[in-house]
Each structure stands twice: as structure tokens, then as C-alpha cells.
């Protein structure tokens, strides 16, 4: 059988240019991604009041979720924005980045093999991105927000607890951290009625199950 060969998408926003991977023409693992061995991320902002945000991560198989705080910076709202400069609203592409990898970045390499993201500005430096965690970067196709169901799944059920039309900079890290927490320990029928956390659990007791079958 023929191994599709990436496709690499030219996407210009706001005067930059990016090199991306589409998440429909994913190496060999495309139709295994959710296979227990294959940790793969889905990844979006929801938009708030202000243009406020709060990054979000869903690991695909288990619906694991954690949240990025985006703090507005100093001078938001204030200070007129400087043409190429950081974005004061909090989730410009070096702050989105930065909160991605120190959150995601924690975890063990095998659980963070791969991220899937919408075709946002906010990921202008995912190549960078990539070399600090090692993660494989793929990005939706324009209008596909089904290419990662998961993310948009929870980020309905993140609705709940973050209205629309609210300031969303007014949650501090610890609240999003309860919230996440939340989610996590919220049975789900997906899962046969386990949690999140449970889920994930489980994959890590096997994977090193199967670590120590290979090297045994």
C-alpha cells in the first residue's frame, strides 16, 4: 500500500508565512492516531470578552484535558499595539507557544507524540514550538473543525464554566487547574463511563506494561 507523502500547506496570516503540516495527510498513523500507543493532542483557543483566551489541550484518546493561562500583557488597552511586537491580549504566537510547551512539555515524551491545531496566527511559531518539545505539529484543513473532534467536544463542555460574550482574563492559573480538574474527574459515556483521569491512567500502566515486555 502507498504511504502518503506529507502535504505542506503555504498559509499566510497577518503578513507571515508558514510552513504547515495538514492533519488529513498524516504520515502512516493517520488512521491509528488514536490508537492506545499513539498520544496525540488537539489544541484551540476559545475567544472571549476583549479578545480574551484560554488555550485549551484534549488528549485524543483518553479526552484528558488542560488549560492554558493567557494573561492580557501590560499595556493592553492602554498602550497602541506596535507593529510586529507582542500581542498585549495575552495570546499572541511566543505567548501561545511559551504556555504549550510549559504545560505540555512536562509530560513524558511518549505522551506528547503529536499536535493538532486550527489554522490560527496564535501558532505562527510552531516550528520552534516543535524543537522544544519534540512535538509533530499538523494543522486542521480551513473549516474542518471535525479533524479534531475532541478539542471541540470539550471545549463545549468548557463552555459550561466559560461563557461566551464573558471577559475570559479574569480566571487566574489556579481556576483554570480546578476547572481542568473537573472535567478530568467527570465520568464520560465515551469512555465506558470512565473519567478522563481514569483513562489516562490506565494507557500509562500499559504503556508500561508494554515498555517492560519489549525490553524484558
Known sequence: MAIPARGIVKAAHRGLTHDRTRSHVRP??????THRGIHTWEGDLILGLGS???GTLVERTTRFTMLLHLPRMEGHGTTKSVK??????GHGAEAV???IAGTIGNLPAHLRRSLTWDQGA???QHAQLRIDTGLEIYFCDPQSPWQRGSNENTNGLLRQYFPKGTDLSR???EELSAVAHALNSRPR?????????????RLLKQDMIQGVATTG
Not at 502512516?28 to 492516531?33: E, P, S, T, Y
Not at 510586529?84 to 491580549?89: E, T, Y
Not at 463511563?193 to 489516562?200: C, I, K, M, S, Y
Open 171 to 173: 480566571h487566574g492559573a
Open 84 to 89: 510586529n511586537g507582542p500581542a498585549l491580549a
Open 189 to 201: 459515556k465515551t469512555l465506558d463511563w470512565q473519567t478522563p483521569a481514569e483513562a489516562l491512567d
Open 52 to 54: 480574551s483566551a484560554i
Open 122 to 124: 496564535e501558532m505562527a
Open 97 to 99: 507557544r511559551d504556555a
Open 28 to 33: 502512516v498513523q493517520k488512521n491509528a492516531c
